[in-house]
């Protein structure tokens, strides 16, 4: 019971100091993880090696009863009861004696039973000699003192007289020895058996020993089992933990790294490796939290002025916007772009250009109040988000055009770049905003319109956001989305006006675009062509109508009637200069197999202010192939004389501005004249577009002008109208004119 009671306190005591280790006793995470394995392994090779020694001890103590047994009780048991056999022997040799007819008659036998009793009584003497050694035990003792008296006496009066009968053949005296053997005999097996049976239960109280020590030796080995099972187990549990529950914090930390949670606390609480691991976790987590502040800075700040970027300027635009949902105060967006910035880029190189970025945004810094953000968009745009102005619309436009004058007036300070003084300027766009009514996109889309306003009306200025500007530039981008898929809708259209000489007689047309939209309805050319020309739809456009003029050219070749007709395409600047310029021209009339000398390019004076050179290879290419030029609108822009003769062109077209007022005003009149001489001494055709009344026409037949155009002759008309006109207005030269051919525009 106080076993069973001492194992019930360890098995209690061991759940308590588990209950108190938990998470694994700090003494484990002082260990590495190999030298706690390996006392793991030490502690049960010594678990078993103990429980081994007990199972020894045991088998020792039984082996140790066992020999108690079979030598110091079962040796003496043997030894009385061989005295009693010895005993017992020689009372039938001294029975064997009586018979003396028996001994008479043999000879010899007399004495082989005195040698045999005298044998006996020797094996008797050592017997009891040997027993006698080993009393320890005072009833044993007090039995064997009586036993040995009694022995004494059977030897003297028993064994010894019939010995010495025997060999003196006393035959007559051997009765009287043998009655006494018979009688001590019998008296003397009491006291043997006495004996016998003390050993008896001595063998037994040995025996009955040595089971209860080997049940013992059991029950401890089972106790010692179980308790080295539930100290190793628990040892085993801690050893898990101490691993496992610094692994699982360890997981748990890179899964809020994951997260984006770099400052989670980390727990070193030891020297082994899972500590290592922490450590270098630890120090990982410090590098990620330096590489977020660098990733944050990449990717929320500019990196060459450091100021916000587009991505912080929207999270707070977005934060202004739900801020102004919930109060009355005014709040505005100021876009900021710098004048003429790609001249210093250009002039002063890109790097000179950047330190001039780096000079504004630090001006722009320190003019701005702590609450509001000044960002860079890129570029040479800022961008300027105020907060807290009044609820008021007027004062806070008041207060709002005063910080843009303080902005402009800080940003033409002057700056020195490459060893040059430098002096800004920018253009200002506002956009005011308040109770959430507006998105993101909507609010930099106002700035930006405001901005381009400012610009428009002379830069270095400011602007407020105008609704009615934005609708403009809204329907300006529809049509733009519009012309997109007009050519594939089948929505534009050629329309022909006709140009004829002094006789009347048609000598070809000028090409002019329309565009009708199902939503728009007619757009007029001097809507979507400048919208074309500014999103660079004017090159594809220009394609295609150069495809339809070539094949109305080879459609004309078929009949007598028109098949001396040719044809104006008007050619923007920007087709022009397209890298494929040449490429398509020469790709239409290949395409439709069309008579190049009835194709009449006609292009603008733009053209001699950019690449004269490129200009001058692209004409004279297509002039070998037999296209011939007229230069569009002549004496309304800037004409270089010396570009004008070393262009191959074939003609001039007068510009109906000095038509209109031929009439009445001689200085138009001078002028059209001045252009006609000149043209005629460079061997260059005269057209005069913008003839409307019959007094103009014969002014200009007087100036000498061989051709006209305008609606005095025809308005331009879809190609069925143009030629039904052809065929009852006007006649056409049968053979090639000689007269200067016609040129084209867009907006006719």
């Known amino acids: 019971m106080r076993a069973h009671h001492a194992r019930r306190s360890c098995l209690g005591w061991l759940r308590r100091l588990a209950r108190r280790w938990q998470g694994g006793h700090p003494l484990f995470s002082r260990l590495r993880i190999g030298t706690r394995l390996a006392w793991m392994m030490a502690l049960a090779m010594l678990v078993a090696v103990l429980l081994a020694a007990a199972g020894i001890s045991g088998l020792a103590a039984s082996q140790d009863s066992l020999r108690l047994v079979y030598e110091d009780r079962m040796k003496p048991v043997r030894a009385l009861a061989q005295i009693s056999h010895l005993m017992l022997s020689n009372r039938l040799q001294l029975q064997i004696a009586l018979d003396e007819g028996a001994i008479v008659h043999r000879p010899g036998a007399a004495d082989a039973v005195a040698e045999e009793l005298a044998h006996n009584m020797e094996a008797i003497n050592a017997l009891w000699a040997a027993y006698q050694g080993n009393l320890d035990d005072a009833q044993e003792r007090a039995l064997a003192q009586r036993f040995a008296s009694r022995r004494d006496q059977y030897v003297q009066e028993a064994v010894l007289p019939a010995i010495t009968a ?54 401890g080995a089972v106790g010692a089992l179980v308790l080295a099972m539930a100290v190793l187990t628990l040892l085993g549990v801690l050893l898990i933990r101490s691993i496992v529950g610094p692994l ?302 070539c094949m109305q050219l080879k459609r004309w070749e078929s009949h007598a009637s028109t098949q001396a007709l040719v044809l104006a395409v008007n050619v923007s600047a920007r087709q022009f200069a397209h890298p494929n310029f040449l490429v398509q021209v020469q790709n239409a009339l290949a395409h439709t197999t069309a008579n190049p000398a009835r194709l009449v390019l006609e292009l603008t004076e733009s053209l001699m202010l950019h690449d004269i050179a490129d200009t001058i290879h692209k004409m004279q290419t297509l002039r070998r192939q037999g296209v011939r030029f007229a230069l569009d609108d002549f004496g309304t822009g800037y004409s270089s004389l010396t570009h004008l003769k070393r262009l191959p062109l074939h003609q001039l077209k007068i510009d109906g501005s000095f038509v209109q007022d031929i009439v009445t005003e001689p200085s138009d009149a001078a002028i059209v004249q001045t252009i006609i001489g000149m043209a005629d001494n460079l061997g260059l055709d005269v057209i005069a577009e913008g003839v409307e009344t019959e007094d103009q026409r014969q002014a200009l037949l007087h100036l000498g002008c061989p051709l006209f155009q305008g609606y005095l002759l025809s308005r331009p008309l879809p190609l069925a109208q143009f030629e039904h006109w052809l065929a009852h207005h006007a006649s056409v030269p049968t053979a090639p004119s000689n007269a200067p051919q016609p040129a084209a525009a867009w907006a006719g």
Request: proline content about 4%.
């Open 166 to 219: 025997l060999r003196t053949r006393a035959y007559h005296d051997i009765g009287r020895p043998a009655s006494r053997a018979h009688a001590l005999y019998e008296r003397a097996q009491p006291d043997i058996q006495a004996l016998i049976n003390l050993q008896f239960d001595a063998a037994q109280a040995a025996y009955s020993a040595g089971v209860q020590r080997y049940q013992q030796t059991y029950r």
């Open 248 to 549: 699982r914090h360890v997981i748990k930390v890179f899964r809020h790294i994951e997260n984006g949670k770099l400052d989670t606390p980390i727990r070193i609480r030891g020297k082994d490796e899972i500590s290592a691991v922490m450590r270098a976790l630890q120090a990982l987590q410090r590098k990620l939290r330096a590489n977020e502040k660098a990733i944050d800075q990449l990717v929320y700040y500019d990196p060459l002025t450091h100021l916000p970027n587009r991505r912080l300027l929207r999270e707070r635009l977005h934060s202004a916007l739900e801020a102004s949902g919930r109060d009355h105060r005014h709040r505005a967006v100021l876009l900021l772009d710098l004048d003429n910035f790609k001249t210093v880029n250009d002039t002063l190189g890109h790097e000179v250009g950047d330190q001039l970025l780096v000079d504004i945004a630090q001006r722009l810094r320190g003019a701005v109040r702590a609450s509001d953000t000044i960002a860079r968009l890129g570029g040479d745009e800022f961008v300027i988000l105020v907060d807290d102005l009044p609820p008021q619309q007027t004062c806070a436009k008041e207060e709002l055009g005063a910080m843009a004058q303080q902005l402009l007036a800080l940003l033409q300070k002057p700056s020195r770049l490459a060893n040059q003084v430098h002096r800004s300027s920018a253009s200002i766009g506002i956009s005011l905003f308040r109770h959430n009514n507006t998105t993101i996109k909507e609010l930099l889309k106002r700035a930006d319109v405001a901005m381009y306003q400012a610009k428009n009306t002379g830069r270095n200025g400011f602007c407020f956001f105008d609704p009615a500007l934005q609708a403009r530039l809204e329907h300006r981008m529809s049509l733009q989305d519009a012309l997109h898929g007009a050519i594939d809708a089948g929505q534009l259209q050629l329309h022909f006006q006709v140009q004829v000489n002094a006789q009347r007689q048609a000598t070809g047309a000028e090409v002019l675009l329309r565009w009708t939209h199902p939503h728009f309805g007619s757009v007029s050319p001097a809507q979507f062509i400048p919208v074309a020309e500014e999103s660079g739809l004017i090159v594809p456009l220009g394609e295609w109508v150069l495809q339809q003029a």
